[in-house]
């Protein structure tokens, strides 16, 4: 396939999902987990943190207030940035898609835990690994949005019953939202044409869902700079930024 055949399949399709993942953020200047401990400022500060010892259960319960610092910080990260043409072209897909084709013919799924699709315009998206802007309740698991950055000292209180929040994110060891991964289970299942963009897929469930809809006769376009271990199953593979990629994937040119 090429892509003016990839193209001519995403313009035709009635049932579309967009499965997106790190490198679509990157635009935007949010480092993945592992290289924002190295590249966060304060001396160096998270350098000597692996990981697990901010992102388990373990580590919460053994330290919340250094996860907490460690969030906090991310939380200020995100909002301070902005969506890039990478985002603003997935919402102008959505928004197309839903008006020729109505309610079902677009999903979004995302690994992503920045919030920067809705504030691109996308409706809320399927979020894998949960969203560190909100806060989910120990005690009664109330989902809330985090204070805004500049009067946030964590850890924050749930407003409902008063208990502590834990940072509302999907953590080592921990299994996934199963609503929300069976519901990115159904939009692979049904889709024409999946697109994967900007993930290593290197991880469960994102290579397993796009296999779902090569298995029912869909496509799947993967626009990645990189070569993943998915490439090889793709439909079709764009080498480009989820931006460059989409813009070509589109026929937009912005
Ligand atoms: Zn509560």
Redesign the pocket.
């Known amino acids: 396939m090429d892509l003016q055949q990839a193209a001519a399949l995403l313009h035709a399709a009635r049932r579309v999902v967009v499965m997106t993942g790190a490198g679509v953020s990157a635009e935007s200047g949010i480092p993945t987990f592992r290289d924002a401990l190295n590249e966060n400022g304060l001396a160096g500060h998270w350098a000597r943190f692996k990981p697990q010892d901010l992102a388990s259960p373990e580590a919460y319960w053994r330290d919340p207030e250094t996860v907490w610092d460690w969030y906090a910080g991310r939380y200020r990260d995100v909002t301070a940035a902005s969506p890039n043409a990478g985002h603003a072209l997935i919402a102008r897909l959505e928004r197309r898609k839903l008006a020729q084709h109505g309610e079902g013919a677009f999903t979004l799924v995302t690994q992503n835990v920045d919030g920067l699709h809705l504030r691109a315009g996308s409706r809320p998206p399927l979020e894998l690994h949960g969203n560190l802007t909100h806060g989910r309740?120990?005690?009664?698991?109330?989902v809330q949005p985090l204070p805004a950055p500049e009067t946030f000292v964590p850890p924050p209180t749930?407003?409902?019953?008063?208990?502590r929040?834990r940072p509302n994110v999907v953590w080592f060891g921990e299994m996934l939202p199963q609503d929300v991964l069976e519901a990115a289970q159904l939009a692979f299942e049904r889709a024409d044409v999946a697109l994967v963009i900007g993930t290593s897929s290197q991880v469960y469930p994102a290579a397993g869902l796009a296999g779902e809809t090569l298995r029912r006769g869909g496509t799947v376009t993967e626009i990645n700079p990189d070569e993943t271990p998915f490439t090889p199953h793709a439909s079709f593979s764009l080498r480009a930024t989820a931006g460059v990629g989409l813009a070509a994937l589109m026929g937009e040119q912005d």
């Open positions: 309740c120990e005690a009664c698991e109330t749930c407003t409902r019953c008063g208990s929040m």
